[in-house]
């Protein structure tokens, strides 16, 4: 062989990075997003300790106030556009084909192209840190005319406006590939009331998606062009424009940051309950509900501008509060009476609807236009928005990662190190961002980089603060796990909890087209359990090896 000739393993390892990447695969497709993702959470985490020791204290000068603001705007887009959206349609992606037993996604390609397009999007948003002005520093929600040429001068806040322009192109494409998934590529059986619980998340999610992000694209186009000299956005009638735009699209993600979530969190409480997850057609009107509500109620961020009418925000955004109802009210009855397991996925889930609650109440606080002239600009809403995306959103997440881990990688994380994760990051999540109703409540504003020695407020921040480091030791203990649980494998088998829908009737992971064996009957969204009921009730009527995660034979659709 030619000293020149590359090795074996070298061309296979090559081979391999070249073939993840460019795999059409739905599941290769949505684990890279979620591990894109992942880094940029890591990466935000860090923005988010240096601005915690920042406001540890009363005029400190741990950075400047050019610094802060490039922190404060990166942290805010990274976590939005970069981590808890793109999570969400990484989750929908991977799991939404396999639950409605598809052995694909629809238009694979096209899915992998929006992969490549969001993460463009994202390496260019970040490479503003780079620049000689530093990065985009108007916040992420970049509001004229803050974020113009003449007040946020320089190449970063360029690279910001096009890295959003092409993370939100690219979620948009992989949510309609998602969309016409579940629309044409549903197994025999599954029809649109018979789709799990989690699938009817993703779709609502999807629906939003292609309903709102092209605003978003709308707005940073001509936020872009404004930049460039054109002249767009005029005057106080010209600002009111922009966050229309920008709102119509700002709101509904929140919900897109929620719904995925609030699916995971509820696939876990029903497994780990033993039980159907209850009010199932209840559930559905929820959510289709809440995702026509979610798209009406925009303006409500603009309560305090003048440029709006309240009263129809108002009713509109206090109106959220029944299908939320709705939703709490089948996740407490699906406990009880259940047979309850406090597995790590358990703990999260009902960590996500517990301190979600707190965020959501908040909500309907601020929906009231006399409270919100209060609350505005100030520590509230702060406290608010964080309590829904990262002390519900994310803990939704996390209870997705214990309960679909298995599936994906054929390995359990291990239950002690994952119980430490959630004590953890529940301690420094209530640490961190309960005081912040307090502080708000007392008059300290946000986006603010330093702030004088008010009663208080220097207690507060240092707790907040400490909270802070909390979280990063329990996201520590996290990503341990993960190492610990791949090296050392305890393999899980197929179906380790005993699961409800079709992802957990094939291997783990799954083959390359999902299921090699025929589909069990389905005869609802809980399928498995179906199964297994029934099989309680005529034990001749299939043969189901003893143990968790049984291979069949499924018992035929016309069987006793």
């Not at 001068?153 to 998602?178: E, F, K, M, R, S």
């Not at 309680?536 to 009527?541: E, G, L």
Request: contains cysteine; glycine residues 10%; aromatic residues 12%.
């Amino acid at each position: 062989m030619s000293a020149t000739a590359p090795s074996v393993s070298t061309v296979s390892r090559a081979s391999g990075l070249f073939g993840a990447a460019a795999s059409t695969d739905h599941k290769r497709i949505g684990l890279n997003m979620g591990l894109a993702s992942l880094l940029f959470f890591l990466g935000a985490g860090v923005m988010a300790l240096l601005m915690r020791t920042q406001l540890a204290q009363p005029h400190v000068r741990f950075v400047s106030d050019q610094t802060y603001n490039e922190l404060f705007t990166m942290h805010g887009s990274t976590m939005i556009f970069l981590f808890v959206t793109p999570m969400a349609m990484a989750l929908a992606t991977y799991l939404v084909p396999l639950q409605i037993g598809a052995s694909s996604i629809s238009a694979p390609r096209l899915a992998l192209s929006a992969f490549w397009i969001w993460l463009s999007g994202g390496i260019i948003m970040q490479l503003g840190w780079l620049t000689e002005e530093g990065a985009g520093r108007s916040g992420w929600f970049a509001y004229v005319p803050l974020s113009n040429s003449a007040n946020t001068p320089g190449v970063g806040q360029d690279l910001w406006t096009v890295g959003v322009i092409l993370a939100a192109g690219g979620l948009t494409i992989i949510g309609g590939c998602v969309l016409a998934t579940i629309a044409r590529r549903r197994a025999p059986g599954m029809s649109m009331m018979r789709m799990p619980v989690f699938t009817w998340t993703g779709l609502v999610s999807v629906l939003m998606v292609v309903g709102s992000f092209p605003v978003v694209i709308l707005a940073m186009s001509l936020l872009y062009a404004e930049r460039l000299g054109a002249r767009v956005f005029i005057g106080y009638s010209g600002a009111i424009d922009y966050q229309d735009l920008f709102w119509f699209f700002g709101h509904p993600v929140v919900y897109v940051m929620f719904f995925p979530f609030l699916g995971a969190a509820a696939e876990a409480i029903a497994v780990n309950a033993h039980k159907r997850w209850f009010g199932y057609a209840a559930f559905v009107a929820s959510m289709l509900a809440f995702a026509a509500l979610s798209m009406s109620v925009w303006s409500h961020h603009m309560f305090t501008t003048g440029g709006v009418t309240n009263q129809y925000f108002a009713t509109t955004s206090t109106a959220l509060a029944v299908p939320a109802g709705i939703e709490y009210f089948d996740m407490v009855a699906t406990l009880i009476g259940g047979a309850i397991l406090l597995r790590t996925s358990m703990l999260f889930a009902l960590g996500f609807f517990l301190q979600f609650l707190i965020g959501g109440l908040s909500g309907i606080f601020v929906a009231s236009p006399v409270l919100d002239y209060h609350a505005e600009d100030s520590y509230i809403v702060v406290g608010h928005f964080h309590y829904t995306l990262f002390a519900g959103s994310v803990f939704g997440f996390f209870a997705g990662v214990y309960h679909w881990f298995p599936k994906v990688t054929g390995a359990r994380l291990r239950e002690g190190l994952g119980k430490l994760h959630f004590v953890l990051l529940l301690v420094g999540t209530n640490m961190t961002f309960l005081p912040m109703f307090f502080l708000g409540n007392d008059g300290m504003p946000r986006r603010i980089a330093e702030y004088p020695n008010h009663p208080g407020w220097g207690t507060l921040n240092l707790l907040e603060t400490v909270g802070a480091g909390v979280i990063a030791l329990g996201v520590l203990a996290f990503l341990v796990n993960v190492v610990v649980s791949l090296r050392n494998r305890e393999v899980a088998g197929e179906d380790p909890w005993l699961g409800h829908t079709l992802e957990w009737a094939t291997s783990s992971p799954p083959p390359r087209h999902n299921f090699e064996r025929p589909l069990p009957p389905i005869t609802s969204y809980a399928p498995l359990l179906d199964l297994r009921e029934r099989a309680q009730r005529d034990a001749s009527a299939v043969r189901v090896p003893a143990g968790r995660g049984g291979r069949g034979p499924w018992p035929q659709e016309g069987a006793p």
